[in-house]
């Protein structure tokens, strides 16, 4: 199911204006690379971001809107009143929620792009009004620098 929703992402995002791809990389794929705890990816992810610079910026604040296919919120949602002995390993199964890390991630990038990101900044904003915490945090962190 990630690999359909993450598939999913890739194709809305090559057809979204501006830069969508990086030396054959989809954006979303450096996004996510930036977001992740190992500095090596972080650092590589860091200079493909300075060197696509503002125009990655329409493909970043298009993935901050992202949002979960109704069926993912309804299984979640239906795995939240299972009883405890089954609700963790079932969540554990079913995953965060997609659109969340891909919030978080594109506002995590955006960071790397400093001022460049000026644009983004009322996309942040909406982020930072209706996001889950992970989000939020991402979209505030981008938004200070």
Not at 24 to 38: H, I, V
Not at 111 to 139: D, H, K
């Amino acid at each position: 199911m990630l690999v359909v929703c993450i598939a999913a992402a890739v194709v809305a995002l090559w057809r979204s204006p501006g830069l969508t791809t990086y030396q054959g990389k989809p954006l979303l794929a450096w996004a996510l690379q930036y977001y992740s705890n190992d500095q090596r990816d972080r650092d590589a992810a860091t200079v493909a971001f300075k060197a696509m610079g503002a125009k990655a910026v329409p493909a970043l604040t298009e993935m901050l809107q992202a949002q979960d296919t109704p069926f993912r919120k309804r299984r979640w949602l239906w795995a939240l009143k299972l009883p405890d002995r089954w609700r963790r390993p079932v969540l554990t199964r079913l995953g965060p929620p997609n659109a969340v890390t891909v919030q978080a991630a594109a506002a995590k990038a955006l960071t790397a792009l400093g001022p460049q990101a000026r644009a983004a900044i009322p996309f942040l904003g909406q982020v930072l009004r209706r996001a889950e915490a992970e989000a939020r945090m991402s979209a505030a962190e981008a938004m200070a620098r």
